[in-house]
């Protein structure tokens, strides 16, 4: 079998906060490797590091030191601007509260991220075709001129989902995807996500809930900054 | 990304916020509609009073008597101009058109069954006409020598002729001015409205040598002799054009002539020359003085607008922490954020001047309207408003922009 290019190559990441006179190391040496097309969530109590580790490999922040290659690009050194970039060419995000911008239309949400892009070569009305296409996979076709505040929770994350799926990234990072979600839109959100997956699409989740994690190939537990353990299809490694 | 892109995203914005919009563009409404309605009044009062300047005729010297002037221990009388001292000048200096001399009282007269209190008789001479840009509507005007045989009769103007007369043509009746001197009239002028605060058209005209003779009291008649306060000289059309003679030279010929009449020398005169040009540079550094004040005051307050819009832009930046988290975090960089914010300002401001011009056009017509001043929309003052508004949003923009550019992503998100 061929072997997988890794999306995420993660080694020793350190993370350090520093708050007045003190210091906090969130992440404590974390290493952590994603390959194409796998689907992983990553666990562990709260001040275990996880919205961390999820930041640094969402490109949000860089590490304080260690180095991180996202699909076979350094990004572990990057200013602000070169981070931005990196997001919006490489990374979808899905977040606990959808983060989908208020009085704008679902459309215009999803078109978001392709209108940050400097290398895109599709013309406005191409733009509008690619997400309302992707609105259509998602089970929205009927909505894309709705606004959120006219969306369900749940339609509204398939609005993020459609939004962070746009821009053909190489890796979607959900946080807490179903957290403000009751169990059954939860549950066609999970199953939304294992269907992407099964397209191909790389997804790396942040969660609490072993429930949720269940949905994945492989998860991954943080403990105190460091990589406690990991599962693969319910068999304990290392 | 293209600013078309940008502009767009900044005009939805505003859009979603248009009550917030409009309050914060109020200031540099307010602030240009000022602007444009200041200079408005300041421009309209400018041209009547150049109108009312041209109006008392072009080409004009005034040559008055400055008694104040005289030697000390001299009588009154050896100073002032006299009346022969205006046929002097305009028998003796060239390039002089005319000249007009001009002595009033304030009569009761009476012409048929109307009496009228306190009119202006208003002695003068043949050339007041042409000087004083009047023109006779019917009849005639009188002659140099009517005026030089003292003869009793009257031109009138044109609301004084109807007070009199009404519809009826007044040629050849009779007035009778202090209950004795009875004028026959020989001509009505046509309207010549309001100049400064003079009323030509109510006013009784009539040979000087009527007023000299027997209208100004006795006592002071007898003690003035001929005398005159002032003297109109009209130059001609040709001074100052033809490069042989100038307004100056004019001025100093007559100068000389004066003072070798009235036996004194340059430096210690007893008249004072003044041209037309002396009294609107005055009035024209009076009203620019004026002018640029209210320019100031109009300034001062597009600055407060702008700083509204700096106020306004803060609040909005840490309202909307989390639409520029998301923006972040789909790729936005700062840049990407700092001219959504600039350009929200820019169009605010841009938005703002245009409703500030429409009402500051408006506002001085409505202005002027009601109040019957005069205002003049300038051009330049309009665009001098929309350029200011135009810096003001940038300059007071470009903080709360990079304020929003410099947010942390994670930060931006987080906020509740």
């Not at chain 2, 028998?91 to 069954?113: F, H, L, P, R, Y």
């Not at chain 2, 009778?176 to 100049?195: A, C, N, P, Q």
Request: glycine letters at 10%.
């Amino acid at each position: 079998m061929k072997k997988k290019k890794a999306i995420i190559d993660g080694k020793d990441l350190i993370k350090i906060y520093q708050m007045g006179d003190f210091e906090v190391r969130a992440l404590d040496g974390a290493s952590i490797q994603v390959k194409e097309g796998e689907f992983v969530a990553i666990m562990g109590p709260s001040g275990s590091g996880k919205s961390t580790l999820m930041n640094v490999l969402g490109c949000l922040m860089s590490p304080t030191s260690g180095e991180y290659f996202l699909d076979g690009e350094d990004v572990s050194d990057l200013d602000k601007v070169e981070l931005a970039q990196i997001r919006n060419q490489k990374l979808g995000f899905i977040f606990q509260s959808y983060n989908l911008l208020a009085r704008t239309p679902a459309l215009e949400n999803v078109i978001l991220p392709l209108f940050y892009d400097r290398t895109s070569l599709l013309t406005d009305e191409e733009q509008q075709e690619k997400a309302i296409e992707i609105l259509g996979a998602v089970g929205l076709a009927d909505r894309i001129y709705h606004e959120p505040q006219e969306l369900s929770g749940g339609q509204q994350q398939r609005v993020s989902i459609a939004r962070a799926l746009v821009n053909d990234p190489v890796m979607v990072m959900a946080d807490e995807p179903t957290g403000n979600l009751d169990s059954k839109s939860g549950a066609e959100i999970m199953d939304l996500l294992v269907s992407l997956h099964k397209k191909g699409v790389t997804i790396v989740m942040v969660t609490h809930d072993p429930a949720i994690a269940k949905y994945t190939d492989r998860t991954i537990h943080l403990l105190d900054g460091k990589v406690a353990r990991e599962v693969i299809n319910g068999k304990e490694q290392k | 990304m293209k600013p078309i892109k940008v502009l767009k995203i900044a005009w939805l914005a505003l859009l979603k916020n248009k009550v917030r919009s409009l309050l914060t563009m109020l200031g540099i409404i307010i602030g240009v509609a000022a602007v444009i309605i200041m200079i408005a009044i300041s421009a309209g009062t400018e041209a009547t009073i150049q109108d009312q300047i041209t109006g008392l005729g072009s080409n004009l010297i005034y040559v008055s008597a400055s008694f104040g002037q005289g030697r000390p221990g001299e009588s009154m009388t050896s100073g002032g101009l006299v009346y022969d001292d205006a046929f002097a000048i305009a028998d003796q200096i060239n390039g002089v058109a005319g000249v007009v001399v001009e002595q009033s009282s304030t009569q009761t007269i009476k012409a048929g069954d109307v009496t009228l209190e306190s009119v202006t008789i208003m002695g003068t001479t043949a050339d007041f006409p042409s000087v004083r840009d009047m023109d006779i509507s019917s009849g005639r005007y009188l002659t140099q020598e009517e005026i030089d045989r003292t003869k009793p009769i009257a031109v009138l103007g044109s609301s004084l002729a109807e007070e009199l007369f009404g519809e009826q043509d007044p040629f050849g009746e009779t007035i009778t001015v202090d209950g004795s001197i009875r004028l026959t009239v020989v001509g009505v002028f046509e309207e010549k409205g309001m100049v400064g605060d003079v009323d030509y058209d109510s006013r009784l005209y009539t040979p000087i040598t009527i007023v000299l003779e027997k209208l100004v009291n006795n006592q002071f008649s007898k003690f003035m002799g001929d005398r005159v306060r002032l003297i109109y000289v009209e130059v001609d059309e040709t001074v100052g054009t033809e490069g042989e003679r100038t307004l100056d030279d004019v001025i100093y010929q007559i100068s000389l002539l004066l003072a070798k009449r009235h036996d004194v020398t340059l430096e210690e005169p007893d008249f004072v020359i003044t041209t037309q040009q002396d009294i609107i540079t005055t009035q024209e550094s009076t009203t620019a003085a004026f002018r640029s004040l209210l320019a100031w005051v109009a300034g001062v307050s597009l600055i407060v607008g702008g700083i509204g819009i700096m106020n306004i832009m803060l609040v909005s930046v840490t309202e909307r922490t989390r639409e520029i988290g998301i923006r972040q975090s789909v790729g936005a960089t700062p840049n990407d954020i700092r001219w959504q914010f600039l350009t929200e300002a820019l169009l605010l401001s841009l938005i703002g001047g245009l409703i500030g011009v429409a009402a500051g056009v408006i506002g001085a017509w409505i202005f002027g309207q009601a109040s019957g001043m005069r205002t003049v929309i300038v051009v330049s003052s309009v665009l001098l408003a929309f350029g200011s508004a135009a810096i003001v949003g940038v300059f007071f923009g470009f903080y709360p922009a990079n304020q929003a550019a410099q947010l942390d992503p994670i930060d931006a998100l987080r906020y509740e």
